[in-house]
């Protein structure tokens, strides 16, 4: 009977050590923020397969109030909650690429698991399908018409379209196909991010059927590091991004600068006009 009762214990802890260490949760990204609780004192390992090398931005005010602990090695984030705190905007990147992700974490003091997860790219909903592509309009006046109505690019392609405007050589730029670029007033911009601590230039735009895409220059004006938030822009626009980087270094540093693109459902100039607070300073 001893004998039954060890076996049996020496079960259940096998049992126990398996299933502590859980199969990888896979989650897709595909543009809306991924929700993610930490236990508190629970490393969690985040693996990002579609990137080179991750860069993680992270709320200075957690890192200094010692309320998580985080570690970047190649394509994986880990990050181990000190303490509890509220839901808060990660950012993390592609170095020098384009793939953009956004996490919602708060930390919770109580066991909930240090599984690793894997956060892959999903498909662009927005895109059209593949099968619409080689649709052959009945007449000519049809396609005019729809082109302005339906668009025919989605939000990640147009964004990294943008990217490869304003960062690639002029080598790898264009070839596109319906995507155009639009004329652009190119004066400085205020109060487009709140506390009006940058300068906002306008670089570029371009329209994809009945969606603008806007490449602004950001250049941090303090003596102070500055992390752009996209929460903290002013006015409606579909989707936003920070590229190379959210983080921006004091002013003069190499790092002080960055480019904010805005997809919107009409042309910058008409969507900041909408916002009483967002001015054009004159030239």
């Known amino acids: 009977m001893k004998a ?8 259940i802890l096998v049992t126990i050590n398996s299933t502590s260490q859980a199969s990888p ?3 897709v990204y595909t543009g809306n923020p991924i929700k993610i609780t930490l236990g508190v004192n629970e490393e969690r390992r985040l693996t990002f397969p579609d990137v080179k090398v991750i860069w993680a931005d992270i709320s200075e005010k957690l890192i200094n109030e010692g309320l998580i602990e985080k570690e970047v090695i190649n394509k994986n984030v880990y990050l181990k909650a000190v303490k509890p705190f509220k839901t808060t905007r ?27 997860l894997i956060i892959v790219k999903g498909e662009d909903r927005y895109a059209i399908a593949d099968k619409d592509k080689k649709h052959e309009p009945e007449s000519i006046i049809k396609p005019l018409k729809s ?13 990294n379209f943008a990217v490869r405007e304003v960062y690639a050589p002029q080598r790898l730029r264009g070839g596109s ?8 007033n190119k004066r400085e911009v205020f109060h487009l991010l709140r506390d009006n601590q940058v300068s906002i230039k306008p670089v570029a735009a371009w329209r994809s059927g009945s969606l603008h895409v806007t ?10 590091t500055l992390t752009m938030n996209p929460i903290h822009k002013r006015g409606s626009w579909l989707a936003t991004s920070f590229f190379p980087r959210s983080r921006l270094m004091p ?9 904010l693109f805005l997809i919107s459902k009409e042309p910058f100039a008409d969507a900041i006009s909408s916002h009483p607070m967002i001015t054009v300073g004159r030239r």
């Open 147 to 159: 082109a302005f109505r339906s668009p025919t690019a989605g939000y990640k392609t147009l964004i």
């Open 251 to 259: 002013q003069g540093h190499p790092q002080d600068n960055t480019t």
């Open 4 to 11: 039954l009762i060890q076996i049996f214990s020496l079960f």
């Open 177 to 184: 196909k319906g995507i155009y670029r639009t004329t652009l």
């Open 215 to 224: 490449a602004l220059s950001i250049i941090n004006k303090t003596p102070s």
């Open 90 to 116: 990660f950012i993390f990147g592609e170095e020098g690429g384009a793939n953009i992700y956004l996490l919602d974490i708060k930390a919770v003091q109580k066991h909930v698991g240090s599984g690793r």
């Open 25 to 27: 949760k896979r989650l």
